[in-house]
T-cell receptor, first 116, second 114 residues
Framework: GAGVSQSPRYKVAKRGQDVALRCDPI?????LFWYQQALGQGPEFLTY????????KSGLPSDRFFAERPEGSVSTLKIQRTQQEDSAVYLC??????????????FGEGSRLTVL | AQSVSQHNHHVILSEAASLELGCNYS??????LFWYVQYPGQHLQLLLK??????LVKGIKGFEAEFIKSKFSFNLRKPSVQWSDTAEYFC????????????FGTGTRLKVLA
């Protein structure tokens, strides 16, 4: 597609449920990022992939969060045993560049997760 | 710690007023700087960026920003705002030393009254 596509756009989960959020980046983009955006805050880094390699997962808040990009294109962010504090918009971004010194991030519209 | 501060959280202006949104960063070493904009119901998109060279950079829709290294600032400006500029604006920074990590500010929500 022309842009970064994320699904679902909206997800309501009961506390304790597992959720999976999908990101389809722009074709050919090497770098893929996941960000978490809480209400009234800016995007906070979660994790970064370069092709299929997850080079940094330092931003994942707990071991309940897991991300993968097995074939270097589509990525999935999984949250196990969701908690209320996980409620946020999860943003996916991709970039053609390997590193930030040349790259512009292209964002998807986000997946809004509400945990009841 | 690496951080970006946007001091104005909400700004309300009338059409044709001038705009300046503040952005200050704390980041070791040389940096790349960005402004992203999110229009209502849309995704974040790049407004302008500074990598090197002329510290005054021009972006889309008449926006410009000035990098002042001594002040660790990258303020966004527009001489005359339009109703269609109503959006949320985010400043972001990365290091030039081969990193991928973008650090974002908390955003400034701009409302332009027609």
């Amino acid at each position: 597609g022309a842009g970064v596509s994320q699904s679902p756009r909206y997800k309501v989960a009961k506390r304790g449920q597992d959720v999976a959020l999908r990101c389809d980046p722009i074709s050919g983009h090497v770098s893929l990022f996941w960000y978490q955006q809480a209400l009234g805050q800016g995007p906070e880094f979660l994790t970064y992939f370069q092709n299929e390699a997850q080079l940094d997962k330092s931003g994942l808040p707990s071991d309940r969060f897991f991300a993968e990009r097995p074939e270097g294109s589509v990525s999935t962010l999984k949250i196990q045993r969701t908690q209320q504090e996980d409620s946020a918009v999860y943003l996916c971004a991709s970039s053609l560049a390997w590193l930030a010194d040349t790259g512009e991030l292209f964002f998807g519209e986000g997946s809004r997760l509400t945990v009841l | 710690a690496q951080s970006v501060s946007q001091h104005n959280h909400h700004v309300i202006l009338s059409e044709a007023a001038s705009l300046e949104l503040g952005c200050n960063y704390s980041y070791g070493g040389t940096v790349n700087l960005f402004w992203y904009v999110q229009y209502p119901g849309q995704h974040l998109q790049l407004l302008l960026k500074y990598f090197s060279g002329d510290p005054l950079v021009k972006g889309i829709k008449g926006f410009e920003a000035e990098f002042i290294k001594s002040k660790f600032s990258f303020n966004l400006r527009k001489p005359s705002v339009q109703w269609s500029d109503t959006a949320e604006y985010f400043c972001a920074v990365t290091s030039t030393s081969g990193t991928y990590k973008y650090i974002f500010g908390t955003g400034t929500r701009l409302k332009v009254l027609a």
